[in-house]
């Protein structure tokens, strides 16, 4: 329940800051953000699946899959509010799975290959699904064309 109200704070506070263009995003290139949330999607449920070979090397493969997504939504959004949104998020990302892998052991279980194909699989459809209903879910269409 507290997330819940954290990410509608979140929403709330993104939705109702006033609009100050501090960047211009290069429109042609803005295909590197589609290329980026493919691997966050996907590490996010890594970081969710039973042990994976993804799991076990990265250790902490939904943490960089949100450094993923940041770095992803700063590329294509110049405005003061989106980049201390998304830059915090990629920053606190970078940082916590640094720092994760310095302290956590390693995964002692067996990977399976199993979760890995389960991980890409639903990833990707996932991706496919938030790039189809992003417009009606955050407001903002995307456009590979």
């Not at 992803?72 to 940082?95: C, T």
Request: aromatic share 16%; proline share 4%; glycine share 10%.
């Amino acid at each position: 329940m507290v997330v819940l109200i954290a990410v509608g704070l979140i929403i709330w506070g993104k939705s109702s800051a006033p609009f100050t263009m501090v960047w211009q995003p290069i429109f042609q290139l803005r295909f590197i953000s589609h290329v980026l949330m493919i691997p966050a999607f996907v590490l996010v449920i890594a970081g969710n699946t039973p042990t994976s070979y993804m799991k076990k090397q990265l250790r902490n493969p939904m943490v960089l899959g949100l450094t993923f997504w940041g770095i992803a939504h700063l590329w294509s959004n110049g405005d003061l509010a989106s980049i201390l949104l998304f830059g915090s998020f990629a920053v606190w990302g970078f940082f916590k799975f640094i720092t994760l892998g310095l302290t956590q052991g390693c995964v002692t279980k067996k990977p399976s290959i199993f979760w890995d194909i389960v991980s890409i699989v639903i990833g990707l459809i996932l991706y496919w699904v938030v790039g189809v209903y992003h417009g009606e879910l955050f407001g903002v269409g995307l456009s590979l064309v």
